[in-house]
């Protein structure tokens, strides 16, 4: 059952974007699930965020762990930009940076390395079960960016193709638990032929051949969460595509690789994004209920979280239920949320912005 | 600007994007060894604790098991020295030490698991009904009863004759995402995961504390009323018989004491101490002090003393060394 209700402490995959369904029906995009295609105006968002206004001063370090690599450092330009800026307005706060990558952040959190972790994605079970046991209570998430459209190493949203030819335009996130799984925790039964999914004549009969990226990397992991219910019972027939590197250090994407493959199928399905589309293949608007609303990938959609595969970027910090937060922490927190700190998540990175209602309730469940 | 990003490197220790990040400092403390590990392997630590700080009252041994999971942390933010663990780093966890350190965390096997003990590494058996006539069974066979598509897999279709030879296998076997899953599935099927589920029922752990408890026995239990099933279990659950398993070397075996400490049972698990140690180097000189006592005879001999894990053999024991000492 896809339940709603925002919440900003203990959020995982599911609970972050099912928590701002119930911001949806104050849409920022017409409910007909074909936005209109236009460029994406940062200005008229931003001006919904509240300003930065300084809760006293500010003091304490703030250790960051996070998304990032010793070959690329996806976040430092933004981070760096969150850190100057908030320092001019608290300089009493010390930083230590630790980005050395979504895998290690929420470890160093409950280890005390860390005191907050920036992950590249949402936050694994995996590791939250870790910091639990640790513990004994959940971590803290903020939601701080929504995964981008299209931009590569920002946590592009998942989208689901079929041949250009196919009949069908749009699935519930149900029909493709059905399609992907077998295990269908959602009380659906497994489809296996278009038939099932309302094609008619010639595609009533015809097999369904999925295509997907590796199930058990993060990719993969996303969706599985999102869609399969954390069920690890994929249909066995799925094709699954991993990077392919080459020896002049150049590399095929596993997108491109799935798209490219789709185009020679015309009765498969495919997981990925549209940064790798060719003529022969088509994205399908989804939904998150059987019935719709649907909805087409869009910037808008996306931040709005209407849009069912949409990737979202957490914040986490340990907070001791109870007790509060140290001031520094606290307030740098607050500030990424804000209108000057999501400007230069738009300026600085890939990313899009948070809804800027979720911004502002997040802010005050800082206090 | 220029103010700015003297304030910024000022506060970030001289760091510029882009330009790598240095790895945290490790290293235990002096006088200490910081070992993080799971519930179930703190009386085999509090045993070598007491006897390496016997012969090194100058050192400080620190225990801090709450998990597997955790243990591994531990070690890639540089709080603990040795993780001490009965199974396999996972991807996950090798790839948060690799991207914190540039290389992976050194693995030196220093125990084996015991036979058939919950929560301490048990051998995985391959176990039918007592009725099943079957003799013996090989890894090839056990990964088609994994793997093969049809849905309705006969013994027949692995190779088994005799009474059972139509009749459905149906597979009983741990989480296939649990420790004991993949320990399974890398040993069998090189850890693929997409299985025949329609002939595969899983059991998941009821341990709250990460380490692998009933779901072994409880698949064992399966079998016990399952004349056509086939489990990965626990060896010794009334009413199930163990099958011999034939290996790499052509011999068949099930899982004992001796078969598991020389290495010929291959469905056996090892405890592993996982390092941080740069390749080519050795380890840091307390934690290879430490490490050479839990090798030596009294050190293996403390722990069996102490739970069911099993020694290991003199080659064994030779090989970790050599990791202990690498460089």
């Not at chain 1, 931003?46 to 996806?74: C, I, M, N």
């Not at chain 1, 280890?111 to 694994?124: C, D, K, M, Q, V």
């Not at chain 1, 209920?289 to 990737?311: F, K, N």
């Not at chain 2, 004491?257 to 090892?270: K, P, V, W």
Request: some cysteine.
């Amino acid at each position: 059952m896809r339940s709603s209700g925002v919440q900003v402490s203990s959020i995982s995959r599911r609970q972050f974007a099912t928590g701002l369904l119930c911001l949806a029906g104050c849409q920022l995009v017409p409910g007909s699930g074909k936005a209109a295609p236009a460029p994406f105006r940062s200005e008229s968002i931003l001006d919904q965020f509240q300003p930065y206004e300084p809760r006293g001063v500010a003091s304490g370090t703030v250790s960051l762990w996070g998304h990032g690599s010793f070959k690329r450092d996806f976040m430092g330009r933004l981070v760096n930009r969150w850190i100057s800026e908030f320092h001019q307005r608290q300089p009493g706060v010390d930083f230590e940076y630790e980005m050395y990558g979504t895998a290690s952040a929420i470890g160093a959190l409950y280890t005390g390395a860390g005191n907050l972790a920036i992950l590249g994605e949402e936050i694994s079970p995996a590791a939250k079960k870790a910091f639990e046991r640790e513990k004994g209570y959940s971590p803290t998430g903020v939601m701080v960016a929504t995964g981008s459209l299209d931009v590569n190493y920002f946590d592009y949203a998942h989208m689901v193709f079929v041949h250009r030819d196919n009949p069908v335009r749009k699935l519930s996130l149900g029909q493709l638990e059905a399609v992907f799984g077998t295990e269908c925790r959602s009380g659906c039964k497994p489809i296996r032929a278009w038939g099932e999914l309302g094609a008619q004549g010639k595609w009533h009969a015809q097999a369904i051949q999925p295509y997907g990226w590796e199930t058990d990397e993060d990719f993969g992991l996303f969706f599985r969460e999102r869609v399969l219910g954390d069920s690890h019972r994929w249909n066995p027939s799925i094709r699954e595509f991993a990077h392919l590197k080459y020896p002049d250090g150049t590399q095929y994407d596993h997108g491109q690789r799935i798209l490219d493959a789709l185009a020679q199928d015309r009765y498969g399905i495919a997981i990925s994004n549209i940064r790798y589309q060719n003529p022969s293949v088509r994205p399908l608007d989804l939904g998150w209920h059987d019935g719709g609303p649907y909805y087409a990938p869009t910037p808008e959609t996306l931040i709005s979280q209407q849009y069912p595969l949409t990737r979202i970027i957490p914040a986490y910090i340990d907070r001791t239920p109870g007790q509060s937060l140290a001031s520094g922490l606290t307030e740098f927190v607050r500030f990424m949320l804000s209108r000057e700190g999501q400007r230069a998540l738009i300026e600085e990175s890939g990313y899009l912005p948070i809804d800027p209602r979720l911004a502002i309730r997040q802010q005050a469940e800082l206090v | 600007m220029t103010w700015l990003l003297i304030i910024l490197l000022m506060n970030l220790g001289g760091y510029v994007p882009g330009k790598g990040l240095p790895p945290p400092s490790a290293g235990s403390p002096p006088g200490q060894i910081r070992i993080w590990g799971p519930p179930q392997l703190a009386d085999v630590a509090s045993a070598w604790e007491a006897g390496f700080e016997e012969a090194n009252p100058d050192v400080d041994v620190l225990l801090h098991f709450t998990g597997s999971d955790t243990a591994m942390a531990g070690l890639y933010t540089a709080k603990a020295d040795i993780a001490l663990i009965g199974r396999d780093a996972t991807d996950a966890e090798q790839k948060a030490f690799e991207w914190v350190f540039r290389y992976r965390a050194r693995q030196i096997p220093v125990l084996n698991g015991s036979v058939n003990s919950e929560g301490q590494s048990p051998a995985i058996a391959v176990l039918v009904h007592p009725d099943n006539p079957i003799k013996e069974i090989t890894a090839s066979q056990l990964s088609r009863a994994l793997l093969t598509e049809s849905a309705e897999l006969s013994w027949s279709d692995i190779g088994i004759s005799g009474g059972l030879a139509g009749q459905p296998v149906q597979v009983f076997m741990p989480q296939a995402e649990s420790g004991t899953g993949r320990f399974l599935r890398a040993r069998l099927i090189s850890g693929e995961i997409r299985l025949q589920w329609e002939r595969i029922t899983e059991f998941e752990d009821s341990a709250a504390q990460g380490a692998e408890d009933n779901a072994s026995t409880r698949a064992a239990e399966a079998v016990a009323r399952t004349p056509g099933g086939l489990a990965f279990g626990i060896a010794g659950v009334p009413g199930t018989k163990t099958v011999p398993v034939r290996n790499q070397m052509d011999t068949s075996k099930v899982p004992e004491f001796s078969s598991i400490q020389s290495g010929e049972y291959f469905l056996s698990r090892q405890v592993n101490a996982y390092v941080n140690a740069p390749d080519g180097s050795g380890v840091d000189e307390g934690v290879q002090r430490f490490l050479e006592f839990v090798l030596s005879e009294a050190g293996q001999n403390s722990a069996g003393k102490v739970s069911d894990f099993i020694p290991l053999s003199e080659n064994g024991r030779t090989s970790s060394r050599a990791l202990v000492l690498r460089d």
